[in-house]
């Protein structure tokens, strides 16, 4: 791998997990670039999940440590992992929106817990995440009534409600079509650029990774068998990584001799 990252957001230092008899990492280092988009590929069961759950400190390694800043997750008190979370955004799988509650209250939702702001502070600032992912015309929608699409933009207009250091994505074309996928591909890429904030994508979207990413990675068998940039993702010389981009992407020529079977 060998990607050096100045002044990284995450450093994950030897990760080794397993429940029970199932190995999900074994020395998995990683530094994860501030201000950038970094994806993590591979196939189902390959411990996306899992390395994100590490990261937020929701599960301690067997061995090594997930630095986020100062802190290591892997060892800190409750407390203080609280106080990092903060320090995050997520967008989740299936949006995790409240079907109860309009856009708007979805957004303002973490500020109510998190803010002792007015309501209409809260509403102020709702309504500029919601012009961000172009819905402000949807604040007072149901969410109940929102396309797919609609709900992914309501719930990344949450993740950022709070201004966070880094923002998390799990599969966030999971169960869109092709153009409504193209379109969220889009948006992330113009928010990351805009708000300058760290993204971190997990993902078995080959053609999104290499749309919106600065950086991809690709876990294995318990390893992160390749970790680079895209230009260099697309040159790996992991037989596993072409296997898995090759159905998706055009990759260089490389001679068989020069590949590498781990």
Do not use: C
């Not at 799990?170 to 153009?179: A, I, M, R, T």
């Amino acid at each position: 791998m060998g990607l050096v990252i100045e002044d990284p957001v995450i450093r994950i230092e030897g990760l080794s997990k397993s429940f029970g008899s199932l190995v999900v990492f074994r020395d998995v280092n990683m530094d994860i670039a501030r201000g950038k988009t970094t994806t993590i590929l591979g196939p189902s069961g390959t411990g996306k999940s899992v390395l994100i759950k590490h990261i937020v400190g929701l599960l301690a390694p067997d061995e090594g440590a997930v630095w986020v800043g100062d802190v290591n997750m892997a060892t800190a008190k409750e407390r203080v992992k609280l106080k990092v979370r903060a320090q995050f955004g997520m967008l989740f799988q299936h949006g995790a929106l409240f079907d109860s509650l309009t856009a708007g209250e979805n957004v303002e939702f973490p500020m109510k817990y998190h803010r002792k702001w007015s309501a209409a502070k809260r509403r102020e600032v709702a309504m500029e995440k919601l012009e961000l992912v172009e819905l402000e015309k949807f604040y007072d929608t149901p969410t109940a009534s929102l396309s797919g699409g609609q709900r992914k933009r309501v719930g990344l207009a949450r993740a950022i409600a709070l201004e966070p250091e880094v923002v998390l994505f799990d599969e966030p074309n999971s169960g869109l079509d092709p153009l409504t996928s193209a379109t969220i591909d889009d948006l992330i890429r113009r928010m990351q650029h805009q708000l300058g904030i760290t993204f971190i994508i997990i993902s078995h979207d080959i053609v999104q990774a290499m749309h919106i990413s600065d950086y991809i990675g690709m876990l294995f068998d318990g390893q992160l068998l390749e970790y680079a940039t895209v230009d260099d993702f697309l040159h790996t010389r992991h037989k596993k990584v072409r296997e898995f981009l090759h159905r998706n992407v055009t990759l260089p020529e490389m001679d068989e001799a020069d590949l590498i079977d781990p």
